[in-house]
């Protein structure tokens, strides 16, 4: 009797323990997890809502969870609640990744878009085929110019300028100008074009290719000089007035002249002298063009002295036969640098850049033309209007050329005393 009676007791004891456990777990699973921006314990087998950033905490051991960041929100894992008691099959025991549409898409199109081993080596043979080195590109060009009709015709010049700017581009480099060269190039494109072309547009753009592979390039200025193209420039600058043309004829003239003394003597000797001159003499050229003149008489005469003063004997035996100034001298080059900025100084009063050009010249053939240039009350009242101009601007690039006239006037006229100055 007894012992029915413990053993009844016990069984209602271990029924209430099975229903207390039963309860505290289905309140468990069924609390609703509100979640914050702050990391939060998960409680066993509590469900937590998708789209949560969800992480076990390596010091306590606890899942924690909060919300996403934005910047999290593609990417993140979305845990869902599970029930390891019931050891049933539902994807809530697991962790997944929540993606969207539009993404999903996405990768669908990049993994098409991929390409096997193979065809990315038939791609890459693809270009080799097409690629082209400077070199071949030089080639072709003149290939294609050579393939114009002889006779000038209006549909074949915008591909002319075409091939012409090209060249300009690549010529500057060195090994490109050489290929050129090498290529035919000065004879069936350029030369053709200087010499007996009537285009205008097309003789600029030659006359620009020619600046550009004379430029710093000794052995280019070599081919340049032995086909005479400095005497062909010559005889542009002496005939024609057109403000381009004068302007890249210059430029082709300075470039196959510079640093190459035995092209000084040749050309300057008979009639690069007389053009330059007759640039500064002409009505015709504006003063831009002008200035342009004097600088590069400045560069030759000061290329020389340069020269002298280093001492070398090799140099020395180069430029010891070049007498540019006296050629100047002997070709009016001081009265026509006085009459310009006597009669054109008033366009000068605009012009800051250009009076500084001129300014240049002025200094670097001062012990030439000084005796002229003193006597001169014209030039004198030129330079101090101009000064004076200059002198009264808010521009400190303007002042600073005030302060060079100036410095240059108080050097020619001394003995005039100090009162305009």
Not at 23 to 48: L, P
């Amino acid at each position: 009797m007894h012992m029915s009676t413990l053993t009844t007791r016990l069984a209602v004891v271990s029924m209430l323990v099975c229903l207390q456990v039963s309860a505290s777990t289905r309140v468990n699973k069924t609390a609703e997890f509100v979640a914050t921006d702050e990391w939060q314990v998960i409680a066993e087998g509590q469900a937590i809502p998708k789209g949560l950033h969800v992480r076990i905490n390596l010091q306590t051991g606890l899942k924690e969870a909060k919300l996403l960041d934005p910047s999290d929100r593609d990417t993140a894992l979305q845990p869902q609640s599970s029930d390891n008691e019931s050891g049933s099959g539902s994807t809530n025991d697991h962790l997944s990744i929540e993606y969207k549409a539009d993404l999903i898409e996405e990768s669908v199109r990049k993994v098409k878009e991929q390409r096997s081993y193979a065809e990315l080596r038939k791609a890459y043979k693809d270009f080799q085929k097409n690629f082209r080195t400077d070199a071949e590109v030089v080639v072709q060009l003149i290939e294609e110019y050579r393939n114009f009709s002889k006779a000038p015709l209006d549909i074949e010049l915008k591909p002319k300028l075409n091939i012409l700017e090209n060249l300009e581009y690549m010529l500057h480099q060195i090994d490109n100008a050489l290929v050129f060269i090498d290529s035919g190039g000065l004879d069936d494109v350029l030369l053709p074009i200087v010499v007996n072309d009537t285009n205008t547009a097309l003789k600029v753009s030659a006359m620009r290719v020619l600046g550009a592979l004379a430029g710093n390039n000794p052995k280019a200025q070599i081919k340049v000089f032995e086909r005479n193209f400095g005497s062909h420039l010559a005889q542009i600058m002496m005939s024609s007035t057109n403000s381009a043309e004068i302007s890249t004829a210059l430029h082709a003239f300075g470039a196959l002249l510079r640093k190459f003394p035995l092209a000084q003597h040749r050309v300057l000797s008979t009639s690069g002298t007389q053009a330059l001159i007759g640039l500064l003499r002409s009505a015709d050229i504006e003063l831009r063009n002008k200035a342009k003149v004097v600088t590069l008489i400045g560069d030759l005469v000061l290329e020389k002295r340069h020269v002298l003063d280093e001492g070398k004997e090799e140099a020395l035996a180069q430029y010891v036969l070049l007498e540019f100034e006296s050629w100047l001298q002997s070709n009016g080059y001081c009265a026509a640098l006085e009459a310009v900025l006597s009669k054109d100084y008033v366009h000068l009063l605009d012009q800051a850049d250009v009076v500084e050009q001129f300014i240049d010249a002025l200094q670097t053939t001062e012990s030439l033309c000084k005796p002229l240039w003193s006597k001169s009350p014209t030039l004198r009242h030129a330079l101090l209007t101009v000064r004076n101009r200059f002198a009264h601007s808010q521009d400190e690039y303007r002042l600073e050329v005030s302060q060079a006239l100036s410095a240059l006037c108080e050097r020619f006229y001394d003995k005039f005393g100090h009162t305009e100055l």
